[in-house]
């Protein structure tokens, strides 16, 4: 890989993997929403609800990693915002098919997240990629997403989709959600504390994302999720420790959170025990295997 395209490059998982890009001697350009201050990757800029975008990445893009999106966490479902994070992904994707058919172009290949969401809220046994896509509301977002992105295949375009797990970071995302309430010795597990959380350092996704860009073997689904799953008691207990802080209080009863979360408790419900078989047998080896030990990671 070397000339990128990253789309949300300014998200949670696209600054580190910018990052990540870069130490391997790759240019990464961002395209994004228009702000008042560019930041220094972002050299294009699209409007997918108008159907605007710059185009002067076409020649010189060999690989588009396409993870823009609204936060499915970042707000309460209401019906304006599950549109918001259903559009922001089907019409970006769309945006850059029509880009991509439309002009002459140097992409090669496009590795699109997507989220193991996917599988639904009950995955009881080592779920793996021919699971079928379940009709809640993350997975058919999850699956149209997908949909759209295998249309590049037919622009002769090797497209590669990663189904990221619960992502441990130290700059957002769950551990920090989890955090917060942890420091001031508020930290609970949720529901019973036994659905299984299928979780993955962002180090190691980083590295799945750019394993998928150079890898011409690469096509189709992988998960992108460590090895060992942990239960959602085990993974606030871990978080608490780390932190040093004590994990004494009760679990916040499901009710509670679907009272107050509505829909979104069922992302945060959810019982997800996913398989990393594939991406192990793509060649894959995962520097972190055990959440304690992620967790310690970017806890320090
Ligand atoms: N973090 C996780 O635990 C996790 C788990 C499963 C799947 N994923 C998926 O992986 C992708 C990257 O995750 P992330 O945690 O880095 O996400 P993030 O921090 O929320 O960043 C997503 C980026 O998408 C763009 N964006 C945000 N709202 C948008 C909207 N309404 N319309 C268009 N673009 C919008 C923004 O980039 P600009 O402002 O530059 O346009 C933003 O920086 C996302 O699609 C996410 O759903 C993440």
Same mark, same amino acid.
């Given at each position: 890989m070397k000339n990128i395209l990253v789309t949300g490059g300014s998200g949670l998982v696209g600054k580190h993997l910018t990052r990540i890009l870069e130490e391997n001697k790759s240019e990464v350009s961002w395209i994004g929403r228009s702000k008042k201050e560019r930041p220094f990757h972002q050299k294009y800029n699209w409007d997918f609800e108008n159907g605007n975008i710059d185009k002067g990445w076409l020649q010189n893009t060999d690989t588009i990693i396409h993870l823009a999106g609204a936060g499915v966490a970042e707000h309460k479902w209401s019906d304006s915002y599950k549109k918001e994070i259903y559009e922001s992904r089907i019409k970006s994707t769309k945006l850059l098919h029509d880009t991509l058919s439309n002009n002459d172009h140097s992409v090669k290949t496009l590795v699109c997240a997507s989220a193991i969401g996917i599988y639904g809220n009950n995955c009881l046994e080592s779920t793996d990629e021919t699971f079928p896509a379940q009709t809640n509301f993350l997975a058919k977002v999850c699956d149209d997403w997908e949909k759209e992105a295998h249309k590049f295949e037919l622009l002769g375009i090797r497209v590669v989709i990663i189904r990221v797990g619960i992502v441990l970071a130290k700059e957002g995302g769950f551990v920090k959600a989890v955090s917060a309430p942890a420091k001031w010795g508020l930290g609970a597990a949720f529901g019973n504390g036994k659905m299984m959380?299928?979780?993955?350092? +962002?180090?190691? /996704?980083?590295?799945?994302?750019?394993?998928a860009g150079n890898d011409i073997n690469m096509k189709g689904a992988y998960n992108a999720v460590a090895s060992n799953p942990v239960s959602n008691k085990q993974i606030t207990k871990a978080i608490c420790q780390a932190l040093h802080r004590p994990y004494f209080l009760p679990n916040v009863p499901a009710f509670?959170?679907?009272?107050? /979360?509505?829909?979104?408790?069922?992302? +945060?419900?959810?019982?997800?025990?996913?398989?990393?078989?594939?991406i192990e047998k793509a060649g894959y080896t995962f520097v972190f295997n055990y959440a304690e030990e992620a967790i310690r990671d970017v806890i320090k």
């Amino acid at each position: 890989m070397k000339n990128i395209l990253v789309t949300g490059g300014s998200g949670l998982v696209g600054k580190h993997l910018t990052r990540i890009l870069e130490e391997n001697k790759s240019e990464v350009s961002w395209i994004g929403r228009s702000k008042k201050e560019r930041p220094f990757h972002q050299k294009y800029n699209w409007d997918f609800e108008n159907g605007n975008i710059d185009k002067g990445w076409l020649q010189n893009t060999d690989t588009i990693i396409h993870l823009a999106g609204a936060g499915v966490a970042e707000h309460k479902w209401s019906d304006s915002y599950k549109k918001e994070i259903y559009e922001s992904r089907i019409k970006s994707t769309k945006l850059l098919h029509d880009t991509l058919s439309n002009n002459d172009h140097s992409v090669k290949t496009l590795v699109c997240a997507s989220a193991i969401g996917i599988y639904g809220n009950n995955c009881l046994e080592s779920t793996d990629e021919t699971f079928p896509a379940q009709t809640n509301f993350l997975a058919k977002v999850c699956d149209d997403w997908e949909k759209e992105a295998h249309k590049f295949e037919l622009l002769g375009i090797r497209v590669v989709i990663i189904r990221v797990g619960i992502v441990l970071a130290k700059e957002g995302g769950f551990v920090k959600a989890v955090s917060a309430p942890a420091k001031w010795g508020l930290g609970a597990a949720f529901g019973n504390g036994k659905m299984m959380t299928s979780w993955i350092h +962002i180090n190691d /996704l980083c590295r799945i994302f750019m394993k998928a860009g150079n890898d011409i073997n690469m096509k189709g689904a992988y998960n992108a999720v460590a090895s060992n799953p942990v239960s959602n008691k085990q993974i606030t207990k871990a978080i608490c420790q780390a932190l040093h802080r004590p994990y004494f209080l009760p679990n916040v009863p499901a009710f509670m959170l679907k009272l107050v /979360l509505g829909e979104m408790a069922s992302m +945060i419900l959810a019982n997800q025990n996913i398989s990393s078989k594939k991406i192990e047998k793509a060649g894959y080896t995962f520097v972190f295997n055990y959440a304690e030990e992620a967790i310690r990671d970017v806890i320090k």
